[in-house]
């Protein structure tokens, strides 16, 4: 962000790290990982899609991360967690956070932020629901490296075909975790169950509740519970 504040951003500029301290997350939270266990990256990304058009650039964005991960073990059952995080085996693996800079009425840039456990042997007690590539793969030793330049040509070529948009929702959807399932959701003040039935392309989750009616719901207004 300081390089596009300076205007030194080039689109394709891609940041990596490895250690993090001081990681973003969804909704204020934070992602930590220790040195040399995951891969950390963040692409700068000149968007071609109208400004209205950000979750389907989180879609097209994730859509390549979660190709490249069932690519690299094809036993894995690779899925999304609406909306962005990276699902494999039931456990989470990774994330995704697109930071965009918006610039008057022109969409000038987006960060397309990625962290995935890779070599952690194990995770720690506090994290039930997380796994790591090694873990889920009884043990295999991955390159970091290489899955960063993997996931960061798939990404590019799938932002910038402008011709794929229906595609990619439906390939979205494809991999939408707990689809046809009842999942527990918050709003901060109280809990219920709902059927997951898809993902539209403005982002909203459609859902059956409990009385067999169809319900939108909206990220940040609710939320998926663990």
Same mark, same amino acid.
């Given at each position: 962000?300081?390089?596009?504040?300076?205007?030194?951003?080039?689109?394709?500029?891609?940041?990596?790290?490895?250690?993090?301290?001081?990681?973003?997350?969804? %909704?204020? %939270?934070?992602?930590?990982?220790?040195?040399?266990?995951?891969?950390?990256?963040?692409?700068?990304?000149?968007?071609?899609?109208?400004?209205?058009?950000? /979750?389907?650039? @989180?879609?097209?964005?994730?859509?390549?991360?979660?190709?490249?991960?069932?690519?690299?073990?094809?036993?894995?059952?690779? %899925?999304?967690?609406?909306?962005?995080?990276?699902?494999? @085996?039931?456990?989470?693996?990774?994330?995704?956070?697109?930071? @965009?800079?918006?610039?008057?009425?022109?969409?000038?840039?987006?960060?397309?932020?990625?962290?995935?456990?890779?070599?952690?042997?194990?995770?720690? %007690?506090?994290?039930?629901?997380?796994?790591?590539?090694?873990?889920?793969?009884?043990?295999?030793? /991955?390159?970091?490296?290489?899955?960063?330049?993997?996931?960061?040509?798939?990404?590019?070529?799938?932002?910038?075909?402008?011709?794929?948009?229906?595609?990619?929702?439906?390939?979205?959807?494809?991999?939408?975790?707990?689809?046809?399932?009842?999942?527990?959701?918050?709003?901060?003040?109280?809990?219920?169950?709902?059927?997951?039935?898809?993902?539209?392309?403005?982002?909203?989750?459609?859902?059956?509740?409990?009385?067999?009616?169809?319900?939108?719901?909206?990220?940040?207004?609710? @939320?998926?519970?663990?």
């Amino acid at each position: 962000m300081g390089l596009i504040d300076a205007d030194t951003a080039q689109p394709g500029l891609t940041v990596t790290a490895k250690e993090q301290t001081r990681g973003k997350g969804q %909704r204020g %939270r934070t992602w930590i990982a220790s040195q040399g266990e995951s891969l950390l990256m963040s692409i700068i990304i000149a968007p071609l899609q109208a400004i209205d058009s950000q /979750f389907l650039f @989180n879609v097209m964005a994730t859509v390549g991360i979660a190709d490249v991960l069932q690519e690299l073990q094809e036993g894995w059952d690779v %899925r999304i967690k609406w909306p962005n995080d990276i699902i494999i @085996n039931d456990k989470k693996a990774g994330g995704v956070l697109i930071e @965009n800079v918006i610039r008057g009425s022109n969409w000038a840039y987006s960060i397309v932020g990625i962290g995935i456990n890779v070599l952690q042997p194990t995770m720690p %007690r506090e994290l039930p629901y997380a796994g790591s590539l090694r873990m889920l793969s009884g043990g295999a030793v /991955f390159d970091i490296q290489k899955l960063t330049h993997r996931l960061r040509e798939r990404i590019l070529t799938n932002v910038y075909n402008t011709t794929a948009a229906d595609e990619m929702v439906k390939q979205y959807n494809d991999y939408l975790y707990r689809k046809g399932l009842y999942q527990q959701f918050d709003n901060g003040k109280i809990e219920w169950s709902a059927r997951i039935e898809s993902v539209k392309a403005d982002g909203q989750l459609v859902v059956t509740d409990e009385y067999g009616r169809q319900q939108l719901y909206t990220h940040g207004v609710e @939320n998926w519970k663990w």
